[in-house]
């Protein structure tokens, strides 16, 4: 009995101490601690329930878990304590809320145990509560970041792929479907071909560049859609961390440019090619002139080729007299011609204007170029169909050779447009390059400057040839412009005149010109020659300027010479680049007393229909027509057409060129009124004019 009673003892004692220790960790642990009887109401709760939900333990023994729940958990709650009790069953992180004292709502992880008795009959719960409110919150928030994030990616009009470190396709949005027509299904399974075989190395390279952690941006390349189709795109890719700040996989955009692509391609073909032949342009030319030459800098032992300037004769007659739209359609014709002379090596450009330039490869010969030349004469001999004419024209070509003719682009190119001019000027086809015309263009520049200053200087003069009547009377004369170069002595109109034209110097030119001889009529009109008329030509870009009425009227009034004494001379180029407003200076001018005659006539490309809608008083027929005309029936039946249709017109006529006494007659027989010619005076000074006057 004193065993018992000592084995009793020992056992409460060692029961005491469990329990001591059991309230002591209790009462120290973070987490709620609980134990509940065989109803379900606390028994025990340790001090955390109190810092966590805010209730004194008295608050919360003898009450039950449905006493601290929602509504609309005390089922839940019931039911779960029902399942320990009955089935003797723990429950682990159940998961669920508790009201705090304040009336707000924290989240917990529940796991609970049966307690029994030392027979093994149940007597109650005993648990754990675990706070994971913030834990609920991060989560959500998580939750509801992903959410928004994956909204944006949804949503995105760019194609998005998420992948994991292996490359395995995690994720895709569904713009990346309706862009590539892949689905996920396909993309997981790897049954895709999505990646060109020619852009696999670079695609490695990305992904490496994913492995060691770098993002990327900007990328332009090509990808493929299901159905083989190659879509150009610009990939930018982001890196994904695992925990420990390791790469774990990436975000690619891929952002469809083949719209802006396509964009670049119309840009590029508008800057870098001729819009009306298709042709390579100028930019071109000198992009790839520029090339060639830092290729031959780096590889010495290139083959040599050449530089072909070409230049159309006579298109400016062809756009004064067709129009605009018949010039375009005769450069896209010969563009189609001299593409079919050149080799599939070759380079074919249109500068602009009617001029094009040919780079001919590997020219281990000049022969080589020559033959090329040779089949662009030919091909260009043939008359081109355009607007219902039959037109026919060739081209001067200047020839320069890479690298004996120079070793950069602008020598290079001066020297084959240096020698285009040669042989425009020489009548040739085509001219090769030589220091002879390096030096002849020299000279040119040289002129160029001089005649630029010849009027201030003193240098120009105007000689004239008398105009006479049938009756042999001298009614007026021609003024002719001579320049008397301090070093080369008198300089021929046929060289100074079109270098003016084309410089522009012709304006300030012709209106000393204008000056001079207006005021030397005035000079002879008030010696006795009363109604001597004076006749002086206007060049097609002094015709041009805005201004002439103006500066004609100014001149005639400043020189006291009565405007019927001036017949200002035109050519038919320069009036059919632009009928109307021509017509309206002529008119202009016509009603102030000043007649107009047309130079040259005969020798352009004009229509007839045009004569009578000009104010022309007078068309001087072409000394062309006149030097044969005792020989030739064919100049004989002209002169006496456009003799006839002048009269017709009420126009009157000049013959130019009358140097003997035959051709005298044959004109006054087929009824020209007036003549010019050797055979009444060469162009001569003032003083030998004054002189014939008085005679």
């Given at each position: 009995m004193a065993r018992d009673t000592s084995l009793n003892k020992q056992t409460e004692e060692q029961l005491r101490l469990s329990e001591e220790r059991f309230k002591l960790l209790s009462e120290c642990a973070s987490d709620i601690v609980y134990t509940l009887n065989w109803d379900g109401a606390f028994s025990y709760v340790n001090p955390a329930w109190k810092r966590l939900l805010g209730h004194d333990p008295d608050e919360v023994l003898g009450k039950f878990f449905i006493d601290f729940v929602r509504p609309q958990d005390v089922v839940l709650y019931r039911g779960i304590y029902k399942k320990i009790r009955d089935e003797k069953d723990e429950v682990v992180d159940f998961t669920g809320t508790l009201v705090a004292k304040d009336g707000t709502s924290r989240h917990f992880s529940f796991s609970g145990s049966p307690l029994f008795d030392s027979h093994g009959n149940l007597e109650g719960m005993v648990g754990q509560v675990r706070d994971i409110t913030e834990r609920i919150a991060m989560e959500e928030a998580l939750r509801t970041s992903e959410a928004r994030h994956r909204t944006v990616l949804e949503a995105s009009p760019d194609p998005v792929v998420v992948r994991d470190i292996l490359q395995r396709f995690t994720y895709v949005n569904p713009a990346f479907t309706r862009v590539f027509h892949w689905t996920l299904d396909r993309c997981v399974l790897g049954q895709m071909d999505f990646i060109p075989r020619d852009k696999m190395a670079e695609n490695a390279d990305l992904v490496e560049r994913i492995k060691?952690?770098?993002?990327?941006?900007?990328?332009?390349?090509?990808?493929?859609?299901?159905?083989?189709?190659?879509?150009?795109?610009?990939?930018?890719?982001?890196?994904?961390?695992?925990?420990?700040?390791?790469?774990?996989?990436?975000?690619?955009?891929?952002?469809?440019?083949?719209?802006?692509?396509?964009?670049?391609?119309?840009?590029?073909?508008?800057?870098?090619?001729?819009?009306?032949?298709?042709?390579?342009?100028?930019?071109?030319?000198?992009?790839?002139?520029?090339?060639?030459?830092?290729?031959?800098?780096?590889?010495?032992?290139?083959?040599?080729?050449?530089?072909?300037?070409?230049?159309?004769?006579?298109?400016?007659?062809?756009?004064?007299?067709?129009?605009?739209?018949?010039?375009?359609?005769?450069?896209?014709?010969?563009?189609?011609?001299?593409?079919?002379?050149?080799?599939?090596?070759?380079?074919?450009?249109?500068?602009?204007?009617?001029?094009?330039?040919?780079?001919?490869?590997?020219?281990?010969?000049?022969?080589?170029?020559?033959?090329?030349?040779?089949?662009?004469?030919?091909?260009?001999?043939?008359?081109?169909?355009?607007?219902?004419?039959?037109?026919?024209?060739?081209?001067?070509?200047?020839?320069?050779?890479?690298?004996?003719?120079?070793?950069?682009?602008?020598?290079?190119?001066?020297?084959?447009?240096?020698?285009?001019?040669?042989?425009?000027?020489?009548?040739?086809?085509?001219?090769?390059?030589?220091?002879?015309?390096?030096?002849?263009?020299?000279?040119?520049?040289?002129?160029?400057?001089?005649?630029?200053?010849?009027?201030?200087?003193?240098?120009?003069?105007?000689?004239?040839?008398?105009l006479v009547d049938c009756a042999g009377c001298m009614t007026g004369a021609e003024a002719l412009l001579r320049w008397n170069h301090p070093k080369m002595g008198v300089v021929s109109p046929v060289k100074f005149i079109p270098m003016a034209e084309e410089t522009g110097d012709i304006v300030a030119i012709g209106k000393w010109v204008l000056e001079t001889a207006c005021k030397q009529a005035r000079e002879w009109q008030e010696g006795g020659a009363r109604d001597f008329f004076v006749a002086v030509n206007l060049s097609p870009r002094q015709f041009r300027e805005p201004d002439l009425v103006k500066t004609v009227l100014d001149i005639v009034t400043s020189s006291g010479l009565s405007p019927k004494s001036l017949k200002l001379e035109i050519t038919e180029g320069s009036v059919m680049k632009d009928p109307e407003a021509c017509v309206k200076k002529m008119e202009t001018l016509k009603r102030r007393g000043i007649f107009f005659s047309m130079d040259d006539f005969g020798t352009g490309y004009s229509s007839l229909s045009y004569l009578k809608r000009f104010p022309i008083t007078t068309l001087k027929i072409d000394r062309s027509f006149i030097i044969d005309s005792m020989n030739n029936h064919n100049d004989r039946t002209i002169i006496k057409s456009i003799i006839s249709m002048a009269t017709s017109l009420n126009i009157d006529t000049v013959a130019e060129g009358i140097e003997t006494k035959e051709q005298l007659e044959l004109l006054t027989g087929l009824g020209c009124k007036t003549m010019q010619g050797y055979y009444f005076g060469r162009p001569m000074k003032v003083d030998a004019m004054q002189c014939l006057l008085k005679q």
């Open positions: 060691r952690g770098e993002s990327f941006s900007g990328i332009e390349t090509e990808r493929l859609t299901r159905d083989g189709s190659t879509i150009d795109v610009s990939i930018s890719g982001a890196v994904l961390f695992d925990s420990k700040g390791q790469p774990d996989g990436s975000v690619t955009t891929l952002q469809d440019i083949t719209e802006r692509k396509l964009r670049e391609c119309e840009l590029q073909q508008v800057a870098y090619n001729d819009q009306l032949t298709g042709l390579p342009n100028r930019k071109s030319f000198y992009l790839i002139l520029d090339g060639m030459i830092q290729k031959g800098f780096r590889r010495s032992s290139d083959m040599p080729w050449a530089l072909m300037f070409l230049d159309l004769n006579k298109f400016k007659q062809v756009n004064d007299t067709l129009g605009h739209d018949a010039g375009d359609e005769l450069l896209k014709s010969v563009a189609t011609r001299l593409q079919g002379c050149i080799r599939e090596t070759d380079h074919l450009f249109r500068l602009g204007g009617d001029e094009f330039t040919i780079l001919v490869m590997n020219c281990d010969d000049a022969l080589n170029v020559a033959n090329v030349a040779r089949k662009i004469k030919a091909a260009l001999k043939k008359s081109f169909p355009v607007k219902g004419h039959e037109i026919y024209t060739s081209a001067s070509i200047g020839i320069s050779i890479y690298p004996e003719d120079g070793w950069d682009v602008e020598v290079l190119v001066k020297n084959a447009d240096m020698a285009m001019y040669a042989a425009k000027e020489g009548g040739n086809d085509y001219q090769f390059f030589t220091a002879e015309l390096n030096i002849r263009a020299l000279e040119r520049m040289a002129m160029e400057n001089d005649l630029r200053c010849a009027v201030e200087r003193g240098q120009l003069e105007l000689y004239y040839q008398p």
